[in-house]
């Protein structure tokens, strides 16, 4: 899936790791007008091109290169 899109995701914006839940629940503490990016897409550095890219984007924002991936939970 890596390189097709960037993933918005659910997770407010942290500057670090420091606090973040452990079991991959969405992490609801932080700056809730920004959202985590995830992953690289064409329009991008190839070294951006992994999971653990990441950085904060405003909410909401619109670029060419965002997408996002529906999960359902049980």
Known sequence: MLGNAL???????NDSYHG??????TWTA?????????GGSWGF?????RAAFRFGSASPVKY????????RTD
């Open 30 to 38: 932080g700056d809730c007008a920004w959202r985590v990016v995830r």
């Open 64 to 71: 060419l290169q965002l997408g996002f991936r529906l999960a």
């Open 45 to 49: 550095v190839p070294r951006s091109d």
């Open 7 to 13: 993933q918005w995701t659910q997770d407010f914006w």
């Open 20 to 25: 973040a839940p452990t079991n991959g629940a």
